[in-house]
């Protein structure tokens, strides 16, 4: 139950395609999430996504004990407290959600993350390498050559009864790839689990330098593509797990993150520095 | 309120290495030759033996690299194309001449690539051997004595045994100054900050050796005093191994992610600087066997399992790394990053065994990768904060 006394906390995940808010309670619970895109304005708008938050748990901002921002655009959310990296708030949000997560597969819009969780702690992580083959784009971009809606395409790869070898080192030259593939004939639902595919194959194959062991969580906006979720499976031999909401558990582990700073201090008799609580857009020149 | 006193050394020191040539210029007026000289093995004391100046050559990580393109292939070291392109563009002409070594194998194209392109009146290739058999100190010797006699004909002077004494001490008074200034990073906070050091260092390498002495002894005399201004006490403490660093901004991103960075092993960094000149009775002996044995850039093939008749995988990782683990006892380290600039195949062929290395000693450690451009160091934060958050 809310009261006078009750604490709150807000994550904000400003990730290269969505921005995420959730705002927690004290015993860790969602009172409030968002999702929004980024996009190139709203990166500097991240204020109107935790507005959006804050009114969907109608609270006012001052009420937040601790905010942390998170993700590619971190460094742009002026009202933060802390920024932390995704990296950490991922393993956060996943452990609470998975306590026995092993290896966490995080792709989002730009990137792929492998992280290697012991005892519900962050202990060792790999990243991409600068290139979109590999992450959520790849999907959007093969989407838009074959002229199909971006959530239809894990469905279709599921119909696919041969599906076609797709190279996986670059997603322009995949583009070339599928539009050869189509003019051969093909079809589109072979062609689609193809990609999907060759997206699990790169991930798996960089994850590998962590050592993959179960229980395996995948996240991001990708895991919300069953394609993607049974791609994942064929590559790894095993099965992930997926968080009914897989694009939060970086805001989630942010509120959470701030919730254990603020009780950790207050343990030791301390008042974590806190931003002036005033929504407003990042500029870049002050 | 107590008036920040600030170093007169370390302002000097930023002053150089925002504007590297300014020095050497004043120099060139009154009548002195300068020579440039790339990475670790150009033997600089008969450069400064023979009464020259020796000027590091380093690329400019935040000019886009336009002209390289023409004569060297896109996919190698882009510090390397840096230099040519900035050498295209004109901002190396003040140079009287290079030395460029066979650092590796991109560093050997690029000294004869340049030799084409650019038209200095004195240009050298010294063949450094990569193995350290006693063969490979003789043919080292050779090469050396053949370098000697090129600049004392282009000179017009004889390079005597007392100038090459001479130059060796300076240098390794040089190389004794830069270690006691990396003493002063040991103290938790360190007494100067990664970003001050590399400053420092490349001031050194852009002003004659007597005076980066001088500049030396100045930053540790200010340095030892100073009370505000100092890094503060942070998480971790980093030591940073790898590819070339010429530009403050990487390491600027170490230290602002809750790191210090107290050590190195870089080329501008310990690396030209943690191993003396020994004084033989033919100076060209110490010399030849300083520069091919002691210097540590893996360029050089130092594996036990050249000699040895048993394969053991761990006493040659031991062999080839254990001075990482000293460095990181004596510095309290605490986490290392492996940096490899993009293409740097040197180094990146010592990652997976370093790892190794370094796993087996309990070393936390983190690899990155960048492409030596200030424009693509945003994914690079994200992984040293990551590192220094899994650190704790």
């Given at each position: 139950m809310t009261t006078e006394n009750s604490l709150f906390f807000a994550g904000i995940d400003v990730g290269s395609t969505m921005t995420k808010v959730v705002v927690a309670g004290m015993d860790g619970e969602i009172l409030s999430r968002v999702v929004g895109p980024t996009g190139a304005e709203h990166r500097r708008l991240a204020n109107l996504v935790m507005e959006e938050a804050l009114a969907k748990a109608n609270l006012p901002f001052d009420r937040i004990s601790y905010v942390i921002a998170t993700g590619y655009g971190r460094i742009n959310v002026p009202f933060a407290d802390r920024q932390v990296t995704e990296l950490t708030c991922h393993s956060k949000g996943i452990v609470s959600l998975f306590p026995n997560v092993r290896t966490a597969i995080d792709i989002g819009g730009q990137d792929a993350k492998g992280l290697k969780i012991r005892d519900g702690k962050l202990v060792d992580f790999v990243m991409n390498d600068r290139c979109a083959a590999g992450t959520g784009r790849f999907l959007e971009v093969i989407a838009d050559s074959l002229s199909l809606k971006l959530d239809d395409l894990g469905s279709l790869s599921l119909k696919s009864t041969r599906k076609l070898s797709i190279s996986n080192t670059c997603t322009v030259f995949a583009r070339v790839e599928v539009a050869s593939r189509l003019s051969?004939?093909?079809?589109?639902?072979?062609?689609?689990?193809?990609?999907?595919?060759?997206?699990?194959?790169?991930?798996?194959?960089?994850?590998?330098?962590?050592?993959?062991?179960?229980?395996?969580?995948?996240?991001?906006?990708?895991?919300?593509?069953?394609?993607?979720?049974?791609?994942?499976?064929?590559?790894?031999?095993?099965?992930?797990?997926?968080?009914?909401e897989p694009l939060l558990t970086g805001a989630l582990g942010a509120a959470l993150l701030g919730k254990d700073f603020v009780q950790k201090a207050a343990a030791s008799g301390q008042t974590l520095p806190i931003k002036p609580r005033k929504l407003e857009e990042a500029r870049f020149f002050t | 309120m107590v008036a920040r006193v600030e170093s007169k050394g370390l302002k000097r020191a930023k002053e150089l290495y925002q504007d590297r040539p300014q020095r050497v210029k004043e120099l060139k007026a009154e009548g002195k030759k300068v020579i440039?000289?790339?990475?670790?093995?150009?033997?600089?004391?008969?450069?400064?033996?023979?009464?020259?100046?020796?000027?590091?050559?380093?690329?400019?990580?935040?000019?886009?690299?336009?002209?390289?393109?023409?004569?060297?292939?896109?996919?190698?070291?882009?510090?390397?194309?840096?230099?040519?392109?900035?050498?295209?563009?004109?901002?190396?002409?003040?140079?009287?001449?290079?030395?460029?070594?066979?650092?590796?194998?991109?560093?050997?194209?690029?000294?004869?690539?340049?030799?084409?392109?650019?038209?200095?009146?004195?240009?050298?290739?010294?063949?450094?051997?990569?193995?350290?058999?006693?063969?490979?100190?003789?043919?080292?010797?050779?090469?050396?004595?053949?370098?000697?006699?090129?600049?004392?004909?282009?000179?017009?002077?004889?390079?005597?045994?007392?100038?090459?004494?001479?130059?060796?001490?300076?240098?390794?008074?040089?190389?004794?100054?830069?270690?006691?200034?990396?003493?002063?990073?040991?103290?938790?906070?360190?007494?100067?900050?990664?970003?001050?050091?590399?400053?420092?260092?490349?001031?050194?390498?852009?002003?004659?050796?007597?005076?980066?002495?001088?500049?030396?002894?100045?930053?540790i005399s200010d340095v030892k005093v100073r009370r505000d201004g100092g890094p503060e006490k942070k998480p971790a403490r980093l030591l940073l191994w790898g590819s070339m660093i010429d530009?403050?901004?990487?390491?600027?991103?170490?230290?602002?992610?809750?790191?210090?960075?107290?050590?190195?092993?870089?080329?501008?960094?310990?690396?030209?600087?943690?191993?003396?000149?020994?004084?033989?009775?033919?100076?060209?002996?110490?010399?030849?066997?300083?520069?091919?044995?002691?210097?540590?850039?893996?360029?050089?093939?130092?594996?036990?399992?050249?000699?040895?008749?048993?394969?053991?995988?761990?006493?040659?990782?031991?062999?080839?790394?254990?001075?990482?683990?000293?460095?990181?006892?004596?510095?309290?380290?605490?986490?290392?990053?492996?940096?490899?600039?993009?293409?740097?195949?040197?180094?990146?062929?010592?990652?997976?065994?370093?790892?190794?290395?370094?796993?087996?000693?309990?070393?936390?450690?983190?690899?990155?990768?960048?492409?030596?451009?200030e424009a693509a160091l945003a994914p690079i934060r994200t992984r040293i904060q990551g590192f220094v958050e899994v650190l704790g």
């Open positions: 051969e004939g093909e079809a589109i639902e072979d062609i689609v689990a193809g990609i999907h595919d060759a997206i699990a194959n790169r991930v798996v194959k960089m994850a590998q330098r962590l050592g993959i062991e179960p229980d395996i969580v995948l996240t991001g906006g990708v895991a919300k593509n069953i394609g993607m979720v049974r791609a994942m499976e064929d590559n790894l031999k095993h099965k992930v797990l997926v968080p009914p | 440039g000289y790339l990475h670790l093995y150009p033997v600089l004391e008969l450069l400064t033996a023979a009464d020259l100046v020796p000027y590091a050559m380093l690329g400019d990580m935040r000019e886009p690299i336009t002209k390289a393109d023409s004569c060297l292939p896109t996919i190698v070291c882009p510090f390397l194309r840096s230099i040519m392109d900035i050498g295209l563009k004109g901002r190396y002409d003040f140079l009287d001449g290079v030395v460029m070594a066979h650092m590796c194998e991109v560093g050997e194209k690029l000294a004869h690539v340049w030799r084409t392109y650019i038209h200095l009146p004195y240009s050298f290739f010294l063949d450094t051997p990569h193995a350290t058999y006693d063969s490979a100190v003789k043919q080292h010797k050779e090469q050396l004595k053949v370098f000697k006699k090129s600049l004392e004909s282009s000179t017009g002077k004889e390079i005597t045994l007392e100038k090459l004494r001479e130059a060796i001490k300076l240098h390794n008074e040089q190389r004794a100054l830069v270690r006691e200034l990396y003493d002063l990073r040991k103290p938790d906070p360190p007494l100067i900050s990664g970003v001050e050091t590399l400053q420092v260092l490349i001031a050194t390498m852009s002003i004659p050796v007597e005076e980066g002495n001088d500049l030396l002894r100045q930053v530009d403050t901004a990487l390491v600027e991103v170490i230290e602002s992610v809750g790191a210090n960075l107290v050590m190195d092993d870089i080329w501008v960094g310990s690396s030209a600087y943690f191993s003396d000149v020994e004084v033989t009775e033919d100076p060209l002996d110490g010399l030849a066997y300083r520069y091919l044995m002691k210097l540590k850039c893996p360029r050089t093939f130092r594996g036990s399992a050249a000699t040895d008749k048993k394969r053991d995988y761990m006493k040659d990782l031991e062999k080839r790394f254990g001075y990482l683990r000293d460095y990181a006892r004596d510095w309290n380290v605490n986490g290392i990053i492996l940096e490899t600039i993009r293409y740097c195949d040197i180094h990146g062929y010592e990652v997976p065994g370093l790892r190794d290395y370094l796993d087996s000693v309990g070393l936390p450690n983190a690899y990155v990768e960048h492409d030596y451009s």
